[in-house]
């Protein structure tokens, strides 16, 4: 973690090339040293000395009536989570006050859930953690190098020493949302799939996710594509059976796509942001699990994970490139993930299940 003075505009690229966040000129930031290093030219910033100070670490003292700064600057399925570890501590300590700083998207995520007092825009200006009492710097946390403590949760909780979440962070879905996706009552169960996209190594295959949902059609069950829309996971084949809707594109927001997922009777979905969003709605869900380990979805009671038996998974990969040099993950091509197996898993999830009551 390192204190930055901006010298110059500057844009700061994510692991995939994307711009994450400006920086502006003349302004100190508070910001990771990955960062400050990637997607920046050297003479773009200075380090500032001496500022330790205005850093002041969380270190398992009781908290009382305090102010606590938490960056976060991953990917929306963890901001969830970390989400859920907030309000654990929130109920141990209830006067203490949570802000959390944070991109764009994981921003957009977390407005969905109550449990912190203010979103900022990360990076933070340095001059504002004067008003904090602490700053729980969570990159810092996960860095611990036991390999035993994969979940998010289970590193909050070991290492800072704050409560493990008992469950997962409430979402709150305004009526405006609510109203906008409420469909009429329907006899047919409905299932929401959600397999990612291409480039993603933990995203089920579109030729998979095809056949997966004309099982399902033609076994009597409503089909929801959802997620972003993407032209190389094209779901728009004429030979779907009716019965397969296609939402890809409109549920692009977190908002859209809670609102559309509490309409589903279950879900079925990788490892990413709907697990997360699925499983603390309490949806009945199935989770693939290939590059990253089912481990991930014990957090959630909701949840049956699904892990290929593939020798290769999980290979702990949640971005990038395959670590044995395939173009794409073959984990999803073992027989205990294949469309016929998920099909008959997902009825058995609906059969413990009734179909969500909607009124008309």
Not at 107 to 134: C, G, M
């Amino acid at each position: 973690m390192q204190i930055i003075e901006a010298k110059a505009e500057s844009a700061v690229l994510d692991a995939g090339g994307r711009p994450a966040y400006h920086l502006r000129a003349g302004r100190q930031y508070v910001v990771h040293d990955c960062e400050a290093a990637r997607g920046l030219q050297a003479q773009a910033v200075t380090l500032v000395q001496g500022l330790d100070r205005l850093l002041p670490r969380y270190n398992r003292q009781p908290l009382g009536r305090q102010r606590v700064l938490v960056p976060f600057i991953g990917r929306g399925g963890d901001a969830l989570v970390m989400a859920a570890c907030v309000a654990a501590l929130n109920a141990q300590y209830p006067d203490v006050r949570v802000d959390a700083a944070c991109p764009d998207g994981p921003r957009e995520v977390l407005s969905t859930t109550p449990v912190f007092d203010r979103l900022l825009p990360y990076p933070v200006p340095a001059e504002e953690l004067t008003q904090y009492d602490h700053y729980m710097c969570l990159e810092e946390v996960e860095a611990v190098p036991d390999a035993r403590f994969r979940s998010l949760a289970d590193v909050f909780h070991r290492c800072l020493g704050t409560p493990r979440p008992t469950c997962p962070a409430p979402i709150v879905i305004p009526h405006a949302w609510r109203a906008a996706w409420h469909w009429p009552r329907r006899e047919k169960p409905r299932v929401a799939l959600h397999a990612g996209l291409p480039p993603n190594i933990r995203a089920y295959p579109p030729d998979l996710s095809h056949r997966l949902a004309g099982l399902l059609a033609r076994a009597g069950i409503e089909v929801y594509l959802v997620g972003k829309f993407d032209p190389r996971c094209d779901f728009s084949t004429p030979s779907y059976p009716v019965g397969v809707l296609d939402l890809v594109g409109r549920t692009t927001t977190t908002l859209d796509l809670a609102a559309a997922l509490q309409q589903m009777d279950a879900v079925i979905t990788c490892d990413g942001l709907p697990l997360h969003l699925a499983g603390a709605m309490k949806l009945p869900t199935l989770a693939l699990f290939t590059a990253t380990d089912a481990v991930l979805a014990a957090d959630y009671p909701s949840v049956r994970a699904l892990q290929s038996a593939a020798p290769c998974s999980p290979c702990r990969i949640a971005v990038g490139a395959c670590p044995f040099g395939h173009e794409r993950c073959i984990a999803h091509r073992d027989p205990s993930l294949s469309p016929e197996h998920i099909a008959e898993q997902v009825e058995q999830l609906l059969h413990r299940r009734a179909p969500v009551v909607r009124s008309t």
